[in-house]
């Protein structure tokens, strides 16, 4: 299975935009680049996906590098709710569970 | 509506107990799904089915571990002769169809054997 390296923790401030990188440089051509979140205390909650292009919702942005060994999350405005452990994880389209590496623990100062 | 909901929410057995985990999925989700989450690891895929099918058991550690969803909605992760690493937050999760579709997560059953 194609894996993603994220770092451990990273912080920011409140109302502030958040970049969260990920690389995956074995990714496979068929792979979709996914990202989840876990709340504390949470299940993990979907986020957003995208295979090439940048994708945007009402949660998040995914831009995408046109090799696509790389991937970056934005948030565009951090909220204390913000603070959570985000996944980036990759998965094939005939994938059915998810492999979950340890994420990036995402810290928020008031 | 409703999300995924998982019961007991906390649940405490001595070393060699038996215990039964509950899972409701969203109505209507034809997969569901069992992951296992160590303190301060990541989610780890234990089993999954599709409608009452259980299609990939491979994620489970043991023999001890049982999961079924006999009428492919409600679904019981069962943990026979507990042992102390098997103390963990159990998260079920359901998806619309099988193909990379989005989980939906319930909250999870914190395990503690003693």
């Known amino acids: 299975d194609a894996k993603t390296t994220q770092p451990n923790s990273m912080e920011s401030n409140e109302e502030e935009p958040v970049h969260l990188p990920c690389n995956h440089s074995?990714?496979?051509?068929?792979?979709?680049i996914h990202w989840y979140r876990q709340l504390p205390s949470q299940g993990p909650e979907y986020v957003i996906h995208?295979?090439?292009s940048n994708v945007n919702n009402r949660m998040a942005s995914l831009a995408i590098a046109e090799d696509r060994k790389s991937s970056t999350l934005i948030l565009h405005r951090a909220t204390l709710r913000d603070a959570a452990v985000y996944y980036c994880?990759?998965?094939?389209?005939?994938?059915?569970?998810?492999?979950f590496g340890k994420g990036t623990r995402l810290h928020i100062l008031p | 509506g409703a999300g995924v909901s998982q019961s007991p929410r906390y649940k405490v057995a001595k070393r060699g107990q038996d215990v039964a985990l509950r899972c409701d999925p969203i109505?209507?989700?034809?997969?569901l799904f069992w992951y296992q989450q160590a303190l301060g690891q990541g989610p780890e895929f234990l089993t999954y089915?599709?409608?009452?099918?259980?299609?990939?058991k491979s994620g489970l550690p043991s023999d001890r571990f049982f999961a079924e969803r006999p009428e492919g909605s409600v679904s019981t992760l069962k943990i026979q002769r507990t042992q102390q690493e098997d103390s963990a937050v159990y998260l079920c999760?359901?998806?619309?169809?099988?193909?990379?579709?989005?989980?939906?997560f319930g909250p999870g059953t914190r395990l503690t054997v003693t």
């Open positions: 999760a359901s998806s619309l169809d099988r193909v990379a579709s989005e989980q939906y």
């Open positions: 074995t990714i496979s051509g068929t792979d979709y």
């Open positions: 995208g295979l090439t």
């Open positions: 994880i990759l998965r094939g389209v005939a994938d059915d569970k998810i492999i």
């Open positions: 109505s209507g989700h034809v997969s």
């Open positions: 089915f599709q409608n009452e099918a259980q299609l990939d």
